[in-house]
C-alpha cells in the first residue's frame, strides 16, 4: 500500500506520448477528475492504470488529500476486508488494537481499487454498499462511519466478461463504470515510444542515447508486457549495457526474440494493423473484416468465402447469422428505449442502450449499424442528461461519441441538434462564455438547415444563457425571435427529450420579473402552474413545469404556494432519479423552511439541494440563487457575519463565471448583514453597489430591495430627506400597483419617510 498523505505537495506525475489515443485519454481524464463519481480504469497489463489513478487524483478537487492504493488480487480475503474496512479491538485473534481501515483513513482522498476484478465475490456487495450509501462499519464494530472519498478501480480483465460469467456483480459494475477510462497498450501508440524510451533514459544512473535505427527497432518490436516491459528493457540497458550509445546490435541482447513468418506480408505488420482496428474486441474485428472481404471477393458466394477463409460454408453461415441477431437485437433495444423515453422513464432506458451499445461494439463500421450506434448514443446522452442534470459528463461522453460515429454518416440538421447536449454540460458548469458560442454555432447550423424545431432548440438554449449572464430583456427578445412566446398549452418535445415550450415558459416568467413586467411574470406563473397539471403523464416535462412555478413562487415570495410545489417537485424528482430537480426542491424546500423560522432545517435543506445534488455532479448552476437565499436565511437566524463571508465569497464566483442573475441580490444581503455588524459605512457602500449593479443589468427587483433598505439606513443615520428623495427617484418610472411585494414595502417606506 502505498499514500501520499495530508498535507503534502501534490506532486503530479509525468505521462508522455501524444499519439491520438493518448491524448483522447487525457481528454477524457480532465473532465472527470474534478468529479467525485466513481471512475473504472480499463487496460492491458502494464499500460499505466496506476499512473492514471494517480493523475486523476492529483487533478481532483482534493489532490492534497490522502491517495491509498491496495491490489484486490495480491492479498487473502480476509486482509483486503481487514484493510478496507479496519476493525476494532477484539474483533479477531490477533486484533490487540483498534486499526483504521482505507475507507476511514482516505478521508476527502482517492482510494485506488487496483486489479478490482480480482476481489473476491464475497466481498462485493459490501463495496456496493459502500459505494450506495457512502457508509461504512469497521469489522467488530457497531460504529457507522461515514466514506467521505472517491474510488477508482482498475482491471486488466474484461470486467463485462466477468458479469456475463457471473463473477463479477453486475450492480458493482455500473456503480463503479460511472466513468471509464480506456489506458492504450502501447501497440496503439507506437508513436510515443521514443519519447518514453527517452523519458525512461533520462531516469537512469548514467545517459543514455538512441540511434534512429534503435529506435525504429523500439517501435516495431511487439510489447506484450506494454509501457511497463519497455521500462524494463531501458533499465537493464542503464545497468548492464557497455555502450551507453544504443545501437540495434546492443539493443538485440535485451530483446526477446520474436517470430518470424515465411509469408510475404511481414506478420508483426500484419498484426499491428490488426490490433489497430477500431473497437475493444479485436479478435472479433479482425474476424468481421476477414469475412465481409471473403464475401466481397466471392460476389457474396457463402461456400466460397468458406474455401477462401479455410473453414466450412456452416461456419461462415453461423458467424453471419451471428452478426445479424446482434444487430435485431440492438435494434430491439434502441426500439424499447425509446418507448421509455417517451414516457420520461429514463432510468428503464439507460440499461437497454448500454445493451444496444453492447451487441454493435465491434460491428464493422457499415452505414446502418452507424445509423444504428449513432440512435444508440445519442438517446443515452438524452437519458443520461435527463437522470443526472445538465452537466452530466455520461451525457457528455455519449453526445461526443454520437458526434464521432454520426460524422459523415448523419445528416448536418440531426448533428446540430446534438450541440444541445454539449450547451447543457457548459451551462451546468457555469462557463457561460463556451456556452454562449455554442450556441450562436448551433443557431447558425439550425437556420441553415432550416428546421424550425432546431431553431426553437437554439433559441430557448441562448435565453437560458442570457438570463444567467444577467440580460434578461434579450432573454426576453430571443424568446420572442424563436417563436417561442407567448406559448399555448401544446408541447414540443423532439430530439431533446423534454418539453421545449414549457422551458421557454420558464425564462419568459424569470426574465419577465427580472425587467420588472410582474404582471407578465405571474402569468407565466399561472401557466407553468397549470402546465404541471396537464404534464403529469410525462415526468420530466412535469419536473421542469413545477420548477419554473416554484421559482417564480418563491420571487414573488407567495410561500403558501412554494411549499406544495416545492415538495411536488422534490417527490416527483426523487420517484423518478431526476437529480438535479430534487435539488432545485430541496433548495426551494429550504426558502419555505426558512419563512417558518426552522432556519436549522432550512440550512440543510438548501446546503444539501446545492452540495449534495448539484456542485457534487460537478454543477455550478444555481449557485447565485442558492446563495442569497442562504445568506439570507443566516442573516435572519443571528448569523450576519457568516452571511457577509458568504455573500464575498459568492460575489466573487459569481463574477469569475460571468453569473449576473442575482448579483444584485447578493450585494443587497451584504449591505443589510453589514448594517446588523454596525458596519455602517460597508453596508451603504453595498448596497449603493446593488443599486448601482441592478440599474446596469435591468434587475428591477434587487434595485428596489436596495433602494428600500439603503432609505432606511440614511434614515436610521438621520439623512431623511436623502432617503426619500432617493427612494422616489427609484419608484418613479415603475409601475406602482405591480403585483410585487417588494413594491409594496417601497411604497410604505416611502409613505413612513413622508410624514
Known amino acids: 500500500m502505498r499514500d501520499i498523505p495530508v498535507g503534502l505537495p501534490a506532486i503530479e506525475p509525468r505521462v508522455v506520448g501524444r499519439a491520438p489515443a493518448f491524448l483522447h485519454l487525457l481528454r477524457l481524464l480532465d473532465r472527470v477528475a474534478h468529479t467525485d463519481r466513481a471512475v473504472l480504469i480499463s487496460g492491458p497489463t502494464g499500460s499505466g492504470k496506476e499512473v492514471m489513478a494517480q493523475l486523476i487524483h492529483h487533478r481532483s478537487r482534493a489532490p492534497h488529500a490522502p491517495f491509498l492504493d491496495i491490489n484486490c488480487g495480491a492479498l487473502p480475503e480476509h486482509l483486503v476486508e481487514a484493510e478496507l474496512f479496519g476493525y476494532a479491538k477484539g474483533a479477531f485473534t490477533g486484533a490487540v488494537n483498534s486499526h483504521p481501515g482505507h475507507f476511514e483513513r482516505v478521508g476527502t482522498g482517492t482510494l485506488f481499487l487496483d486489479e478490482i476484478g480480482e476481489l473476491p465475490l464475497s466481498l462485493q456487495p459490501k463495496l456496493l454498499r459502500v459505494l450506495e450509501t457512502r457508509s461504512f462499519r469497521p469489522l467488530g464494530s457497531t460504529e457507522v462511519k ?160 468458406a474455401r477462401l477463409l479455410g473453414v466450412s460454408r456452416k461456419a461462415v453461415e453461423r458467424r453471419l447469422a451471428a452478426r445479424g441477431e446482434r444487430q435485431r437485437t440492438a435494434q430491439e433495444c434502441l426500439e424499447e428505449a425509446q418507448r421509455h423515453i417517451q414516457s420520461a422513464a429514463f432510468k428503464d432506458a439507460v440499461p437497454l442502450l448500454r445493451m444496444g451499445l453492447d451487441r454493435v461494439r465491434n460491428a464493422a463500421p457499415e452505414p446502418g449499424v452507424q445509423r444504428l450506434t449513432y440512435d444508440l448514443y445519442r438517446l443515452l446522452g438524452v437519458s443520461l442528461r435527463s437522470l443526472e442534470g445538465w452537466l452530466s459528463a455520461d451525457a457528455l461522453q455519449a453526445y461526443e461519441a454520437a458526434f464521432k460515429v454520426g460524422d459523415g454518416v448523419i445528416d448536418d440538421s440531426e448533428l446540430s441538434s446534438l450541440l444541445f447536449g454539449i450547451w447543457t454540460t457548459q451551462l451546468m458548469a457555469m462557463d457561460l462564455g463556451k456556452a454562449r458560442g455554442t450556441v450562436q454555432e448551433m443557431l447558425q447550423r439550425a437556420q441553415g438547415c432550416g428546421d424550425v424545431d432546431l431553431v426553437a432548440e437554439a433559441h430557448v438554449a441562448m435565453a437560458n444563457t442570457l438570463f444567467w449572464l444577467g440580460d434578461s430583456a434579450e432573454a426576453l427578445a430571443c424568446l420572442h425571435r424563436g417563436g417561442l412566446v407567448p406559448v399555448g398549452t401544446q408541447e414540443r418535445c423532439r430530439t431533446q427529450g423534454f418539453d421545449l415550450i414549457g422551458l421557454a415558459l420558464n425564462f419568459e416568467g424569470l426574465a419577465a420579473f427580472q425587467v420588472g413586467d410582474f404582471e407578465r411574470a405571474q402569468v407565466a406563473r399561472e401557466r407553468l402552474t397549470l402546465r404541471a397539471r396537464q404534464t403529469a403523464e410525462h415526468p420530466l416535462n412535469q419536473a421542469i413545469a413545477l420548477q419554473g412555478a ?176 432617493m427612494l422616489d427617484k427609484t419608484l418613479r418610472p415603475l409601475d406602482k400597483k405591480a403585483p410585487f411585494s417588494g413594491m409594496h414595502r417601497a411604497l410604505e417606506v416611502l409613505t413612513q419617510l413622508a410624514t
Open 550 to 725: 416554484a421559482w417564480l413562487a418563491c420571487l414573488f415570495e407567495d410561500m403558501a404556494a412554494l411549499g406544495p410545489l416545492a415538495a411536488e417537485l422534490e417527490a416527483l424528482s426523487a420517484r423518478h432519479g431526476f437529480v438535479f430537480y430534487l435539488g432545485v426542491g430541496q433548495i426551494f424546500r429550504g426558502v419555505h423552511l426558512t419563512s417558518e423560522g426552522r432556519f436549522d432545517e432550512a440550512e440543510t435543506a438548501i446546503r444539501d439541494g446545492f452540495e449534495v445534488h448539484m456542485l457534487r455532479n460537478g454543477g455550478k448552476l444555481f449557485y447565485s440563487f442558492h446563495a442569497w437565499k442562504l445568506g439570507e436565511l443566516l442573516l435572519q437566524a443571528g448569523h450576519a457575519a457568516e452571511s457577509d463571508r458568504l455573500m464575498s465569497q459568492a460575489m466573487d464566483v459569481a463574477l469569475d463565471h460571468q453569473d449576473r442573475a442575482y448579483l444584485g441580490e447578493l450585494l443587497d444581503v451584504q449591505g443589510r448583514a453589514r448594517q446588523v455588524m454596525g458596519d455602517l459605512e460597508g453596508a451603504e457602500d453595498a448596497l449603493r453597489s446593488a443599486m448601482s449593479t441592478s440599474l446596469a443589468l435591468g434587475a428591477v427587483p434587487a434595485r428596489l430591495h436596495a433602494a428600500t433598505h439603503l432609505a432606511q439606513l440614511l434614515h436610521a443615520s438621520g439623512r431623511t430627506r436623502a432617503a426619500r428623495e
Open 146 to 305: 461515514r466514506f467521505m472519498g472517491r474510488v477508482v478501480a482498475a482491471s486488466h480483465r474484461d470486467l463485462e466478461a466477468l458479469v456475463r460469467e457471473g463473477r463479477f456483480r453486475e450492480d458493482l459494475y455500473y456503480r463503479l463504470a460511472v466513468f471509464v477510462l480506456d489506458v492504450p497498450g502501447l501497440e496503439q501508440r507506437r508513436e510515443d515510444i521514443p519519447e518514453l524510451a527517452a523519458h525512461f533514459a533520462a531516469l537512469q544512473p548514467r545517459a543514455l542515447t538512441f540511434t534512429e535505427a534503435a529506435l525504429n527497432r523500439l517501435q516495431h518490436h511487439a510489447w506484450p508486457g506494454n509501457i511497463r516491459q519497455l521500462r524494463s528493457v531501458i533499465d537493464r540497458l542503464g545497468v548492464l549495457s557497455e555502450a551507453s550509445h544504443i545501437t540495434p546490435e546492443v539493443l538485440a541482447d535485451f530483446l526477446d526474440p520474436q517470430p518470424v513468418g515465411g509469408s510475404a506480408v511481414d506478420p508483426l505488420t500484419l498484426a499491428d494493423a490488426l490490433i489497430a482496428l477500431p473497437g475493444d474486441d479485436k479478435l472479433a474485428v479482425a474476424e468481421q473484416l476477414l469475412i465481409d472481404r471473403a464475401m466481397q471477393l466471392s460476389e457474396d458466394n457463402k461456400s466460397a468465402a
